[in-house]
């Protein structure tokens, strides 16, 4: 198995240590790469990834959408995302999906009681992890999902594509909300490392609601601080990033990986 994944930068990627190791405990024979490609040749290294013999890759920012472009072929789920993680190549061609929307939801479903259905939401951003999110929200059978982010019109756009379950409110708002919503997610990249922080009081939050961060450095976001100080139930980031890279797996292998503590410590470390 030849595999890896394209982004620009790569070097911080997590995905080598998580395919490396379900090929080392399922006793696979392959590799999977850093591979940093440079935006002006873009299609010559994916023309070199085909003709040198790779079996898929994942991609990762900024070619979740440009990808698209080159896929022959793209599954339903990332047509409406708008953006491909995974690639399978077969006979040359590329064929393109996207693993986002499972991983978050996976996550939620393994590490909480919650049940996504009738279900009111609340999610920060509107950038391609919101996407992916609401995209899985809504397939997951929520009643209504909130939406806020900084650029209001990017929050619009989302709403013309998901439609009339995406009620689109005002980003320095989101407090007067909290008491209503069942599940507050926050996709923006504020509280990662070297970012701003959200900002956001929850002391209005519904006690019995769940606070779902997708940053993952640090595990323990203020957000996700906040809330444990308001006694409501979290679920981390990490599990996102580990549950998305399961089925890209079995495309590629056919085989479904489990997971586990030494995998999330690895990548954690
Ligand atoms: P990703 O693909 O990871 O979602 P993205 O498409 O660049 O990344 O989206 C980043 C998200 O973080 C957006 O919702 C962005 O808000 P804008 O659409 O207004 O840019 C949000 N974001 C980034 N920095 C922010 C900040 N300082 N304050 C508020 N929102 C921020």
Same mark, same amino acid.
């Given at each position: 198995m030849k595999l890896g994944v394209?982004?620009?930068?790569?070097?911080?990627s997590k995905s080598p240590i998580i395919h490396q190791y379900w090929m080392d405990s399922y006793?696979i024979?392959g590799t999977y790469n850093l591979?940093?490609?440079?935006?002006?040749?873009? !299609?010559?290294? #994916?023309?070199? /990834? &085909?003709?040198? @013999?790779?079996d898929g890759f994942n991609?990762?920012?900024?070619? +979740? %959408? $440009?990808?698209?472009?080159?896929?022959?072929?793209?599954?339903?789920?990332?047509?409406?995302?708008?953006?491909?993680?995974t690639?399978?190549?077969?006979?040359?061609?590329?064929?393109?999906?996207?693993?986002?929307?499972?991983?978050?939801?996976?996550?939620?479903?393994?590490?909480?009681?919650?049940?996504?259905?009738?279900?009111?939401?609340?999610?920060?951003?509107?950038?391609?992890?919101? !996407?992916?999110? #609401?995209?899985? /929200? &809504?397939?997951? @059978?929520?009643?209504?999902?909130?939406?806020?982010?900084?650029? +209001? %019109? $990017?929050?619009?756009?989302?709403?013309?594509?998901?439609?009339?379950?995406?009620?689109?409110?005002?980003?320095?708002?989101?407090?007067?909300?909290?008491?209503?919503?069942?599940?507050?997610?926050?996709?923006?990249?504020?509280?990662?490392?070297?970012?701003?922080?959200?900002?956001?009081?929850?002391?209005?939050?519904?006690?019995?609601?769940?606070?779902?961060?997708?940053?993952?450095?640090?595990?323990?976001?203020?957000?996700?601080?906040?809330?444990?100080?308001?006694?409501?139930?979290?679920?981390?980031?990490?599990?996102?990033?580990l549950?998305q890279a399961r089925?890209a797996f079995q495309?590629w292998i056919?085989i479904?990986p489990?997971?586990?503590?030494?995998l999330?410590?690895?990548v954690?470390?």
């Amino acid at each position: 198995m030849k595999l890896g994944v394209i982004g620009y930068p790569i070097k911080h990627s997590k995905s080598p240590i998580i395919h490396q190791y379900w090929m080392d405990s399922y006793d696979i024979q392959g590799t999977y790469n850093l591979i940093e490609i440079k935006p002006e040749n873009f !299609k010559e290294e #994916i023309n070199s /990834l &085909i003709h040198n @013999g790779f079996d898929g890759f994942n991609v990762t920012v900024p070619y +979740k %959408e $440009k990808i698209m472009l080159y896929c022959d072929d793209i599954d339903d789920t990332a047509k409406k995302i708008g953006a491909v993680n995974t690639v399978i190549i077969k006979n040359k061609k590329l064929i393109g999906m996207n693993t986002d929307a499972f991983g978050f939801i996976e996550n939620i479903k393994s590490d909480s009681k919650f049940n996504f259905k009738q279900k009111k939401c609340l999610v920060i951003g509107a950038g391609g992890a919101s !996407k992916a999110v #609401i995209y899985g /929200l &809504i397939e997951s @059978g929520v009643s209504k999902i909130l939406l806020a982010n900084r650029t +209001k %019109e $990017k929050a619009e756009n989302i709403k013309n594509i998901f439609g009339n379950k995406i009620e689109v409110i005002n980003f320095n708002e989101i407090e007067n909300y909290l008491s209503s919503v069942d599940l507050l997610v926050n996709t923006t990249l504020l509280g990662m490392t070297g970012q701003n922080n959200l900002n956001l009081s929850l002391k209005n939050l519904n006690k019995k609601a769940l606070v779902a961060d997708i940053v993952y450095n640090p595990l323990m976001t203020d957000l996700l601080k906040e809330a444990e100080m308001q006694g409501v139930e979290i679920v981390t980031g990490i599990g996102m990033l580990l549950h998305q890279a399961r089925p890209a797996f079995q495309a590629w292998i056919g085989i479904m990986p489990d997971l586990d503590k030494t995998l999330q410590n690895k990548v954690l470390s």
